[in-house]
């Protein structure tokens, strides 16, 4: 791809004190793919493997199509080859992944399964080493607009999102260019 714009997944580490290094460090080549995009990322704790996963979205090849959610095992600073979460991609976009430890449920949004328009916000619980079938959070999480980055906090009480429903800021008001 010429003029593509290729994301990569970075981490800064923490120094003795709690304090976040100044650099950032790249994770490594065969997760930052030079050819692909990588975007996206969501570490939640796999009560089955009993590990650490990095949820990740890329446009990678043996992927189903489009963007689509991957994952590998992290074991400290080491991480396993990524796999193609192969049960809940789908032909079309599906991205911002989150994996809520406490209820071993991942959320995501999606394009290409039934929606109310643009992405809307799914989750499917962890049944075993795969997942259930995603099921659709219902209105008013999900609307007719891009509806993202879902996040729950470990009580399951709050849950944060993003859209570009109207109220949403303009980064160009003439055009509505729109941010989520």
């Known amino acids: 791809e010429s003029g593509g714009i290729h ?3 970075f981490y800064r ?3 003795k004190r709690g304090r976040w290094a100044i650099t950032a460090k790249a994770l490594p080549a065969e997760i930052n793919s030079e050819k692909y995009t990588n975007t996206h990322p969501s570490i939640g704790y796999d009560s089955i493997r009993q590990k ?21 095992e992290m074991d400290g600073k080491k ?22 430890t406490a209820t071993q449920t991942l959320y995501f949004s999606s394009e290409g399964y039934q929606n109310m ?9 962890q049944d075993s080493l795969t997942f259930a079938e995603p099921e ?7 609307g007719s607009y891009n509806d993202v980055y879902y996040t729950l906090a470990p009580d399951a009480k709050t849950a944060h999102f993003s859209s570009n429903r109207i109220g949403s800021f ?4 003439a055009n ?5």
């Open 117 to 125: 328009g643009g992405h809307d916000i799914y989750s499917a619980l």
């Open 170 to 173: 303009y980064l160009d008001k």
């Open 52 to 72: 650490e996963l990095l949820y990740f979205v890329s446009d990678r090849e043996n992927g189903k199509g489009g963007l689509d959610i991957w994952f590998c």
């Open 79 to 100: 991480f396993g080859k990524p796999q193609n979460l192969e049960s809940i991609n789908t032909e079309k976009d599906d991205i911002t992944p989150f994996y809520h």
């Open 13 to 15: 580490e923490k120094d």
């Open 136 to 142: 659709h959070l219902p209105f008013p999480i999900n």
């Open 7 to 9: 994301c990569k997944l």
């Open 176 to 180: 509505k260019a729109c941010c989520n």
